[in-house]
Nanobody, 121 residues
Framework: QVQLVDSGGGAVQPEGSLRLSCVAS???????MGWFRQAPGKEREFVAA????????YYADSVKGRFTISRGNATNTVYLQMNNLKPEDTAVYYC???????????????WGQGTQVTVSS
């Protein structure tokens, strides 16, 4: 089973930026990867996903134009560049990974431990 370690969260002001990272170990060959988030009192929601090759990306409407998901030079690493952050982006962000990008989009893969993002003035 793949193990995921996500990091890069923190506290930032509105309109600021953060970059989250997720590193997979174990059986991670040809795994798609993605990000979910869970805000206080809300259900966990899909944010972004990327295929193993990095050729296809998917985004929630709420983050299109502001967030960018990408693969690192090593295919076991994925980043989420978050720009123009808003208070409503405040949540715990979780990495997810599965051989199928469609199952990643549905949150059916393995989970990272989560990293807190707080956007406030």
């Amino acid at each position: 089973q793949v193990q995921l370690v996500d990091s890069g969260g923190g506290a930032v002001q509105p309109e600021g930026s953060l970059r989250l990272s997720c590193v997979a170990s174990g059986a991670s060959s040809e795994y798609a990867m993605g990000w979910f988030r869970q805000a206080p009192g809300k259900e966990r929601e899909f944010v972004a996903a990327i295929t193993w090759s990095g050729g296809l990306t998917y985004y929630a409407d709420s983050v299109k134009g502001r967030f960018t998901i990408s693969r690192g030079n090593a295919t076991n690493t994925v980043y989420l560049q978050m720009n123009n952050l808003k208070p409503e982006d405040t949540a715990v962000y979780y990495c997810n990974s599965h051989p199928s990008v469609h199952r990643v989009k549905s949150g059916l893969g393995s989970w990272g431990q989560g990293t807190q993002v707080t956007v406030s003035s």
